[in-house]
């Protein structure tokens, strides 16, 4: 707990800007953080490897899957990109220019650089029929190839990106999907973590984003709390916050701004315990509040998992006594700390 804020009148500080300093997250990241964008779609997968073996071991080469990634934005541009469609649904392949050329080095050494063509749009049908044949999660009731439809004019919600290695060189794979597909991963997902978690009720509790906590003495709290008195937080600027659960520090967080709207992440580090020193009270400031469920705060629990909230992005926060709003100030920064000015 910092003890060492103090009230002025006499400090000249500059407004806090968050929009400036904040890092910004778009809202379908945000939303996709925790469930899509944190998924193991090989979980869902299990067989995959084995449809490659016998191909592998015919062709004298070893394949080796390296890393496992979903994505949001799309790449474009590619040349060696090909379509399938899941449920009516398109879903593209498409090899980077280096994995390809890899490819053809060692599978098809020698062979003219018009034989890559063919080689890939064969390894994006065989990828294809091998992800429908291992696919463990929902029935998917229809997979097929399309070499008729052009990969660069339809619209992809996201993806999942495969790094692999040939015989020790590291190529990629882009896997692009759409919507629905993005969705059903993105449930599939979330329902995985809140059963893993054994998240069985919808209980809710209120979590605040509290800057800091003062230990004030209660002779100077009127001078803490009165209308135009510059408090020197004796903090050092920065985006890390503390989620409190009914005054109880839960976690760390660092803010990140979703919109126009305050978001934040959960960090995996120990949380700070707080003692509060004899003869002194506990003073809060707090960007605000928010009520989670035990299932939300499954989600957000992962890390990189983005929260958002309903708390406009403001400089302004509320001093609170005991969980009770006594004041409200303006946050600022002065000579690389926070102050805050009490309005």
Not at 8 to 30: F, H, I, N, Y
Request: glycine share 8%.
């Amino acid at each position: 707990m910092e003890e060492q804020g103090s009230a002025s009148g006499l400090l000249q500080p500059t407004p806090w800007e968050p929009e400036k300093v904040l890092r910004s997250v778009p809202s379908v990241d945000a939303r996709l953080s925790r469930g899509f964008l944190r998924c193991r779609p090989e979980r869902w997968l299990p067989g995959l490897s084995t449809h490659w073996m016998t191909l592998a071991h015919s062709l004298g080469v070893e394949f080796d899957v390296l890393e496992v990634k979903p994505f949001v934005s799309v790449p474009k541009g590619f040349d060696n990109a090909f379509v399938g469609t899941v449920d009516d649904e398109p879903i593209a392949f498409a090899l980077e220019e280096e994995a390809l050329q890899t490819l053809i080095d060692v599978i098809l050494p020698g062979s003219p650089r018009s034989a890559g063509r063919v080689l890939a749009e064969y390894l994006a049908r065989r990828l294809l029929t091998s992800l429908g044949m291992s696919w463990s999660g929902p029935e998917l009731s229809n997979i097929r190839f399309d070499s008729e439809m052009d990969p660069q004019s339809l619209r992809y919600a996201g993806g999942i990106r495969v790094t692999f290695s040939v015989n020790g060189s590291s190529c990629v794979v882009w896997i692009s999907l759409g919507k629905l597909m993005v969705d059903r991963l993105d449930g599939l997902w979330r329902r995985q973590i809140h059963s893993t978690g054994k998240v069985d009720e919808e209980e809710n509790g209120t979590y605040s984003l509290e800057l800091t906590q003062l230990a004030v003495p209660p002779s100077m709290l009127s001078q803490y709390t009165k209308k135009g008195a510059v408090i020197d937080l004796e903090t050092s600027l920065t985006d890390e916050i503390i989620l409190s659960h009914n005054g109880t520090p839960w976690s760390k967080a660092k803010l990140c701004m979703v919109e126009k709207m305050f978001g934040f992440e959960i960090v995996p580090q120990p949380v700070p315990q707080f003692a509060l020193p004899e003869g002194t009270t506990r003073l809060t400031l707090s960007f605000g509040e928010m009520t989670l469920s035990n299932k939300e705060l499954a989600e957000i629990s992962q890390q990189g998992a983005v929260c958002e909230t309903a708390l406009p992005l403001s400089n302004r926060v509320s001093m609170r006594i005991g969980g009770e709003p006594v004041s409200e100030g303006i946050l600022c920064s002065f000579e690389g700390r926070f102050a805050v000015s009490v309005i």
